[in-house]
C-alpha cells in the first residue's frame, strides 16, 4: 500500500510504502468511509474485513460490496436481484459486522459498563461510542454515557443528558430513556405507574397519536379537561381531512364542534342538508353565517342563502341573492323592507339586459315578480304588436292580451291596497288609485282599454 502524498526532496510528488498486504484472488474491494484503516475485499466466494495487514475471519459471501461504513459491509446478491429485477427481495442484500462491533456487543451483556469502556478506549470508533452510551443510558450511568456522547460527538445526546439530570426521580427519567429509544408504549406505561397521566398525554401529544390521547382522556380520573379534549377530536379530524376521508373527519368535527373545518367537508360532500342543520345552530352574526350564505348562493337555494344573509345583518348581500336568483319578488321586499335604494337601479339593469337578448317575455316575468305590472304590461303591450306584425296565431294573440290584462288588473289592486293601508276608506283610496294611475301612465287609454 503506497502513499502518493508523500513529498521528495525537489518538492515533487513522491510515493512512499506504508504498509504492504498481499491478497489473491480479489475481485472486489471497499474502503471504510469513516476508517483509512479498515476495507473489505472479495476473495471468490469470501470476504475479508482488514485493519491494517491484520485480516478478520473470513465470512461466506459471494455478493457486491455496496458500503462499507459504522463497522458494516452491506452487499447485494446481483444474481438474487437479476432472478425478479422489478421486485427483488430482502435477502439480496447481507450485512456483516466487523469483529470490534460484534465483540463490543458481546461485552455489554456479559460484562459491566466500565470494563465496556476501557475496551471502546482500546478501539475507538464513534459507532462503538455510541453502542456504549445506548448502554449507559439503559443503566442510568449519566456521567459515563455523557463522555460516550462527547467521544460520538452527538450534540443531541449530550444535551438529552443534560434534560435528564434536571428529572427529580428515577421513574421519570426512565420513562425519557425509553422515549428516546421509541419504546413510546414503555415510556407510557412508567408514567402511569407513578400517577403521572399528564406526562403521558404530553408525550402522546408530541408524537401525534390523538387517538391514544382520546383514550387516555376517557379514562377514570383522567388529567384532561374538555380544551384538550376537542383539541383532540379536531387534530384526529385533520388526520382523515388529509387522506380526504371526508365522512370520517366530520364525525370528529362534530364532536369538537370545529364549525369552519364542518363548513368545508360539507361542501366538499356536497351535504347540504348537514349546512342547513349548521346554519341553525350557528348564533345570529357568526362570521361563517356570510360563507354559508355564498355556498347556497352557488347552489342556488334561495330561502337558505337569505336566511345566511339576514342572521349575519348583511342586507346588501341578501339583495344581491335574490337579483342572481331571479327572486325579484323578495328582492324587491327586502328592499322596501330595509330602506335599500339600489332595487330599482338593479332591476332596469336587469332588464335592459333581457331587451338587448330579445329576451321580452323573460322581461314581461321580471316585472311581475317584482312588482312592476303596468311596465310588464306596457312591454307585453310591444310584444303583442310584434306578434300581430308577425301574423301569429289568433290563439297565441289572445292569450298575450289576457295576460296584458291580468298584469294592468294587479297594478290597480296594489294600488288600492297600498291605499288602504295609509288609512283611507273604499272611495277615497279608489280615487288615489286612479289619480296616482293618471299622473304615472301616459296614455290613459292603455289601462282603460285593457280588456277590450
Not at 78 to 87: F, H, I, W, Y
Not at 187 to 200: F, G
Not at 221 to 248: C, H, P, S, T, V
Not at 431 to 451: E, R
Amino acid at each position: 500500500m503506497f502513499d502518493f502524498s508523500v513529498a521528495g526532496p525537489d518538492g515533487s510528488l513522491g510515493q512512499q510504502l506504508v504498509f504492504e498486504v498481499e491478497r489473491k484472488d480479489v475481485w472486489h474491494l471497499c474502503w471504510a468511509s469513516d476508517n483509512s484503516e479498515l476495507f473489505a475485499c472479495m476473495e471468490k466466494t469470501r470476504m475479508y474485513i482488514i485493519r491494517g495487514v491484520d485480516p478478520e475471519e473470513p465470512v461466506a459471501s459471494s455478493g457486491y460490496i455496496c458500503d462499507f461504513s459504522d463497522l458494516q459491509v452491506r452487499s447485494a446478491h446481483l444474481d438474487e436481484v437479476m432472478k425478479t429485477p422489478d421486485n427483488p427481495p430482502d435477502i439480496c442484500t447481507s450485512v456483516h459486522e466487523v469483529k470490534s462491533l460484534r465483540d463490543c456487543r458481546e461485552l455489554i451483556k456479559k460484562v459491566v459498563i466500565e470494563d465496556c469502556f476501557k475496551f471502546v478506549e482500546k478501539n475507538p470508533h464513534p459507532r462503538l461510542w455510541h453502542l456504549l452510551a445506548e448502554q449507559a443510558l439503559e443503566q442510568l450511568e449519566m456521567d459515563l454515557a455523557e463522555k460516550a456522547f462527547v467521544k460520538s460527538t452527538d450534540y443531541q445526546g449530550i444535551q438529552f443528558i443534560k434534560r435528564l439530570k434536571k428529572l427529580d426521580s428515577e421513574p421519570k427519567q426512565r420513562a425519557e430513556v425509553a422515549a428516546y429509544f421509541n419504546r413510546f408504549d414503555d415510556a407510557e406505561k412508567l408514567y402511569l405507574e407513578i400517577d403521572r397521566k399528564d406526562l403521558a398525554l404530553e408525550l402522546r401529544m408530541k408524537l401525534g397519536d390523538w387517538f391514544r390521547v382520546v383514550q387516555l382522556l376517557r379514562t377514570a380520573g383522567g388529567a384532561g379537561n374538555d380544551a384538550m379534549l376537542e383539541r383532540a377530536w379536531n387534530a384526529i379530524g385533520d388526520y382523515f381531512a388529509e387522506r380526504q376521508k371526508w365522512q370520517q373527519a366530520v364525525t370528529y368535527y362534530v364532536q369538537a364542534q370545529s364549525h369552519e373545518k364542518l363548513v368545508y367537508c360539507y361542501q366538499i360532500l356536497e351535504n347540504y342538508s348537514g349546512l342547513e342543520g349548521l346554519l341553525t345552530t350557528l348564533p345570529d352574526g357568526h362570521a361563517l353565517l356570510a360563507k354559508l350564505g355564498e355556498i347556497f348562493l352557488n347552489a342556488g337555494m334561495a330561502e337558505q342563502c337569505l336566511k345566511s344573509y339576514l342572521r349575519c345583518s348583511n342586507i346588501k348581500a341578501a339583495v344581491n341573492a335574490c337579483v342572481k336568483l331571479n327572486q325579484w319578488d323578495r328582492a324587491v321586499e327586502l328592499a322596501k323592507t330595509h330602506s335599500f335604494p339600489e332595487i330599482d337601479s338593479l332591476l332596469l339593469k336587469y332588464v335592459s339586459r333581457l331587451l338587448e337578448e330579445k329576451k321580452l317575455l323573460e322581461a314581461v316575468e321580471l316585472y311581475r315578480k317584482s312588482n312592476h305590472s303596468l311596465e310588464g304590461a306596457e312591454l307585453l303591450q310591444k310584444v303583442c304588436q310584434e306578434q300581430q306584425a308577425l301574423q301569429a296565431s289568433p290563439l297565441r294573440l289572445k292569450k298575450l292580451h289576457v295576460l296584458k290584462a291580468l298584469l294592468v288588473r294587479d297594478h290597480q289592486e296594489r294600488l288600492k291596497t297600498l291605499s288602504q293601508k295609509k288609512g283611507y276608506d273604499s272611495a277615497q283610496s279608489s280615487l288615489d288609485g286612479l289619480l296616482h294611475q293618471d299622473a304615472t301612465v301616459t296614455h290613459t287609454s292603455f289601462i282603460q282599454k285593457a280588456w277590450h
